[in-house]
């Protein structure tokens, strides 16, 4: 219980992970001089506990979505049931794996005027799930003035840019969601230059995908967006009466999370389930981040081997999510818990 207790306790410092992105390690920790090894391989050190024959810290890769939502006054009759959607999307369990960013326009920063700039975003990169971060920030911006959708998008664009090469991705996703109202600063030929923008992102480096949700049948203008940003075709919402749970879903299939509670093993590292190698959440390798192996998955803590590929592990729900928000884990060989281990002195990832 005590190991549940410190390994959800993670869960409030999503924002710090987010922000910092995959912690890196050599496995080259220096430890104490041994002077016996067990019957076990494992070795012991002058304080008696038990060193890793070998160690390894594994990125976890994630998957960046930038949200540009519309909040002109043309939003209006839908935006209880937009904001519904994308409550229900952000607390999602499902969504674990994300780090998202939220722009709405107008805003604070660009509250309207065809020359306003949109590139900082109202919530920076952020693990999900996490609903109260963003609903907050939702509820805090009614519909209102008006903001040019061209340059929401391209600001957007440039912040998922910037976001992606800071995290080292090599893609991005950016889900667009408009009252289709015609953009004024560009005139009949908005949806030709938010096209034109799209294009832009999709070909760029790294590359930008942009999906395109609508809240009024614009017929096939909205899909030529989408094309051009290399998602196909866009999604309209007209209806309602379901359109909460329509963009809920229509979220879902967009950005579908990286798979990141299976986890490849590297060579030497076969002997999890048999008591002869340990696995810790983040880079560090204390108690608190221990996951003991567990054949059910009880309680939501620790892992199992991968039923279909023997070199393949499966983390449970809690210690993935706990993972995720790390962004990576540690394999040790040759001490199989997280009470026999010698510390590692460069750890950052105390609870």
């Keep these: 219980m005590q190991r549940l ?14 922000c910092a992105g995959p912690t890196e390690g050599t496995g080259e920790d220096e430890a104490p001089v041994t ?24 990125p976890l890769d994630s998957k960046l979505v930038v949200f540009a939502v519309d909040r002109t006054e043309a939003m209006a009759p839908s935006w209880e049931s937009v904001k519904g959607g994308l409550n229900a999307f952000f607390g999602d369990e499902g969504t674990t794996g994300i780090q998202a960013s939220l722009h709405v326009f107008p805003n ?21 799930p996490n609903d109260a971060l963003f609903a907050r920030v939702l509820a805090a911006n009614d519909p209102g003035n008006s903001a040019s959708s061209t340059a929401a998008l391209a600001g957007a ?11 080292e991705k090599s893609t991005a996703e950016i889900i667009f969601v408009t009252s289709g109202a ?32 609508a809240t009024s049948d614009v017929g096939d203008a909205a899909n030529e967006v989408a094309k051009a940003g290399g998602t196909e075709k866009a999604v309209t919402l007209a209806d309602d009466t379901s359109r909460a749970a329509d963009l809920r879903g229509a979220l879902s299939s967009m950005a579908t999370p990286a798979e990141r509670c299976f986890v490849d093993l590297p060579e030497g590292f076969g002997a999890l389930a048999e008591g002869r190698s340990s696995l810790f959440i983040g880079s560090s390798q204390d108690e608190a981040s ?49 009470t026999d281990i010698v510390p590692t002195e460069d750890s950052t990832d105390s609870f």
């Design 108 to 128: 604070s920063r660009a509250n309207e005027g065809c020359s306003a700039s949109y590139a900082i975003p109202q919530v920076h990169p952020y693990a999900l």
């Design 5 to 18: 207790t410190a390994l959800t306790s993670l869960l409030p410092f999503a924002l710090l992970t987010a």
């Design 182 to 213: 015609a953009d004024t600063c560009v005139g009949s030929s908005y949806w030709s230059a938010l096209a034109d923008e799209a294009k832009a992102a999709f070909q760029g480096t790294p590359s930008i995908r942009v999906h395109v949700i």
């Design 290 to 338: 221990f996951a003991p192996y567990s054949a059910t998955c009880e309680n939501g803590v620790g892992y199992r081997l991968d039923a279909s590929n023997e070199h393949r592990i499966e983390l449970c729900r809690t210690s993935c999510a706990g993972a995720n928000l790390r962004g990576s884990i540690r394999l040790n060989s040759g001490c199989a818990t997280g």
């Design 35 to 58: 002077h016996q090894r067990e019957k076990t391989g494992r070795t012991v050190s002058d304080t008696g506990v038990c060193e890793p024959t070998s160690s390894t810290v594994i």
């Design 157 to 167: 664009i440039e912040n998922a840019r910037t976001q992606a090469i800071a995290l």
